[in-house]
């Protein structure tokens, strides 16, 4: 029979405005937390990390807040364009083997 | 370098073959996994080698899923034989392990489709 899928979260925004996507996350004992983001047909595509002993970091575009004491993750990207339409993927890698553990994923639709 | 390269882009086969994905990874990475991906489980961890070694096979659903790395530059995925719930998108990733940093560079992928 036909089996059911996950319905991933889904953010809808308007272009320019800013995104926030959220993760919650159960090792405490990871090394670092990775955002992934992943576009229609195409393979996981690195945005940023941050190690688990900083609490946020900065790219182009995007931050990564980490926060250990509620085990919480976010991705913030500001002016959102229609090429950020995705979806978000957190990942956890502990020890220096860089498997990752990766969470359910954020659908992010970016309204023109 | 041309990235992560998978082969084929798409497979359909009949319940009961075999089936075998192919990877070139990052020319100079040390480690190489194998994700599936699937609507209902998401992106799991399958397997993976360091220095062509296999360290960690536990993801592997079953005896019926087989990985190796004879060399540096060449990893197979192989199921047999397959079963219709074995349909998902299988993604081969290489990175540099010990090097700094995390990122993980994953190929396009493979859709396997088992009617």
């Known amino acids: 029979g036909e089996s059911v899928g996950l319905h991933l979260p889904t953010l809808s925004v308007q272009e320019g405005d800013n995104s926030i996507i959220n993760c919650a996350y159960s090792?405490?004992?990871?090394?670092?937390f990775i955002w992934y983001k992943q576009e229609s047909g195409k393979g996981p595509q690195f945005i940023i990390d941050i190690r688990s002993n900083m609490d946020k970091r900065q790219g182009q575009r995007v931050t990564v807040l980490l926060n250990k004491t509620v085990k919480h993750l976010s991705l913030q990207i500001a002016a959102t364009q229609p090429g950020d339409s995705a979806v978000y993927f957190c990942?956890?890698?502990?020890?220096?083997?860089?498997?990752?553990?990766f969470g359910q994923g954020t659908t992010l639709q970016v309204k023109p | 370098d041309a990235g992560v390269i998978q082969s084929p882009r798409h497979e359909v086969t009949e319940m009961g073959q075999e089936v075998t994905l192919r990877c070139k990874p990052i020319s100079g990475h040390n480690s190489l996994f194998w994700y599936r991906q699937t609507m209902m489980r998401g992106l799991e961890l399958l397997i993976y080698?360091?220095?062509?070694?296999?360290?960690?096979d536990s993801g592997m659903p079953e005896d019926r899923f087989s990985a190796k790395m004879p060399n540096a530059s060449f990893s197979t995925l192989k199921i047999q034989p397959s079963e219709p719930r074995d349909s998902a998108v299988y993604f081969c990733?290489?990175?540099?392990?010990?090097?700094?940093?995390?990122?993980?560079?994953f190929g396009q992928g493979t859709r396997l489709t088992v009617v």
């Open positions: 090792n405490s004992a990871s090394d670092y």
């Open positions: 080698f360091n220095n062509n070694v296999p360290i960690d």
């Open positions: 990733a290489s990175s540099l392990v010990g090097g700094g940093g995390t990122e993980a560079f």
């Open positions: 990942a956890e890698t502990t020890g220096n083997t860089g498997k990752l553990i």
